[in-house]
């Protein structure tokens, strides 16, 4: 990860706390001059990377080579800070750093902590107060238009269309913890809103491709046609490691990018910045719309502007396991996830109330969780204050993969098998009108099959 840090217009005092901290959590900290050099001291000691002032263009991009090969092996590590004066984000050294690293280094992620602007700090030098629109310039055409306090974006937008603006992005309450910054430009705007709108140029149009790839419930041969040419295609792979496993055979080609559990918001993330400027898959079990990446990927895409994405549905888990138990779902169902990390306890419980009370057939995703969290046991508690304990249970562990364990059982034995049932597994349970679920199938690999009956 790199940071590009804002250290203020020079005096040590016009720090922000942000900056502080970040440059003291920073394993290696890069200034581009002796003046950043002497602001960082107190707080990190900065390797001063050469910028000359020289004039021609291919010496210059060589050093902008160099200079970023340093800091990328570092931000490889770890979390590495690039630390100017001012704010990184205007007339900066750090965009030449930012272009160089997102071209040659794609997967390392970049963000940056603002820092107070000449811009605003000669306001307060100058005694002069800004109460109307202001023009910087370094000579070259404006071809970006900030609008405040926009009341009414959309039609904002769309004046700005008209003088020639294509490129559109919202935001409210920036860094107040309840900021949204999005390219979906709303009706009504906020008070601390924003409209940034740019005239982007041909040819720095976004040329990637991101996919969300529902990959199935496992074996290679469970992924569609489509899931299969888009990773064909994909230069970059996103993934965790059992899922990247699973298809490792057709991704040879694909640079792979893993992640543990847990780490899906970074995951997104990436997915969405390299997905600007490369073809990327991000892969997800099963259906990628069924408790998948689809839905977080697309929340962290809707703050990119442009960016163009295609959702590649994957066979889901309860289809796998229907087909496995021959149990077709002929009847109403419900659906229902023990993960309480978007919905909370209580929501689950009325939930499952809900639908046993109303005699559906109840497919349970995540029944477990890695340290065992999720109360399978109370889930089936509910259930058997509204069903008999006859009612069928079936019990799908790995399907289509090495180990793939069904059961048919009961409502009153599903118990039996508690030690089975892993975060792998999907339970489903039967309603009135559900027939028992027998051994007319045929396992398919001559994996391992179980009947309780
Ligand atoms: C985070 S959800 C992901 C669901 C996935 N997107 C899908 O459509 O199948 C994980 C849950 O899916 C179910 N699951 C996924 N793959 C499975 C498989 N091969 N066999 C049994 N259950 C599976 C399990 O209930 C697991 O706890």
Not at 49 to 74: H, Y
Not at 271 to 295: C, F, K, P, Q, T
Not at 421 to 450: A, C, F, H
């Amino acid at each position: 990860m790199l940071i590009g840090i804002g250290l203020g217009p020079g005096n040590p005092d016009l720090l922000t706390l942000a900056a502080v901290k970040a440059l003291k959590e920073s394993r290696k900290v890069y200034v581009p001059g002796k003046m950043a050099a002497e602001l960082v001291a107190p707080y990190a000691k900065a390797d001063v990377l050469d910028f000359p002032m020289i004039q021609d263009e291919a010496e210059l991009s060589k050093l902008w080579e160099t200079n970023a090969g340093i800091v990328a092996r570092e931000a490889e590590k770890g979390t590495v800070s690039f630390a100017v004066i001012g704010d990184p984000n205007f007339f900066s050294t750090f965009s030449h750093l930012r272009r160089t690293i997102k071209e040659k280094y794609p997967h390392i992620g970049i963000t940056t902590i603002p820092g107070v602007s000449a811009i605003t700090a000669q306001a307060s030098r100058t005694n002069i107060s800004i109460e109307g629109s202001f023009i910087v310039s370094d000579g070259s055409p404006a071809d970006t238009k900030i609008i405040l306090k926009t009341k009414n974006p959309q039609k904002a937008k769309e004046e700005l269309t008209k003088e020639g603006f294509n490129d559109f992005i919202y935001a409210e309450r920036l860094f107040m913890g309840n900021e949204n910054v999005t390219c979906n430009i709303p009706e009504k705007g906020d008070y601390f809103s924003m409209l940034v709108a740019r005239r982007y140029k041909p040819g720095i149009l976004p040329k990637g491709k991101l996919y969300i790839v529902g990959i199935g419930p496992g074996a290679v041969e469970q992924l569609t046609g489509k899931a299969k040419n888009a990773l064909a295609e994909s230069e970059y792979i996103i993934g965790n490691g059992t899922y990247l496993d699973q298809i490792a055979e057709i991704t040879k080609n694909s640079k792979i990018i893993r992640s543990g559990m847990g780490g899906e918001i970074e995951r997104a993330r990436k997915a969405v910045e390299l997905g600007r400027d490369h073809v990327v898959s991000i892969i997800s079990g099963g259906d990628a719309n069924v408790y998948g990446m689809a839905g977080l990927v697309l929340e962290v895409a809707e703050k990119e502007r442009e960016i163009d994405i295609e959702v590649i549905p994957g066979v889901t888990a309860l289809s796998a396991a229907a087909s496995l138990l021959g149990a077709p779902l002929v009847n109403d169902f419900s659906v229902i996830s023990l993960s309480d990390l978007l919905t909370g306890i209580e929501t689950i419980k009325h939930r499952l109330n809900k639908a046993a009370e109303a005699d559906f057939a109840i497919a349970i995703y995540n029944p477990k969780s890695r340290n065992r969290r999720h109360n399978f046991e109370g889930a089936i508690e509910i259930i058997r204050k509204y069903r008999n304990d006859n009612t069928p249970v079936g019990i799908v562990k790995d399907a289509t993969r090495e180990g793939e364990t069904v059961i048919a059982t009961t409502l009153g034995r599903v118990m039996e098998y508690n030690d089975i049932i892993d975060m792998s597994t999907i339970v489903l349970i039967g309603n009135s009108e559900s027939r028992l679920w027998d051994n007319r199938i045929i396992t398919p690999r001559g994996y391992q099959r179980k009947y309780a009956y």
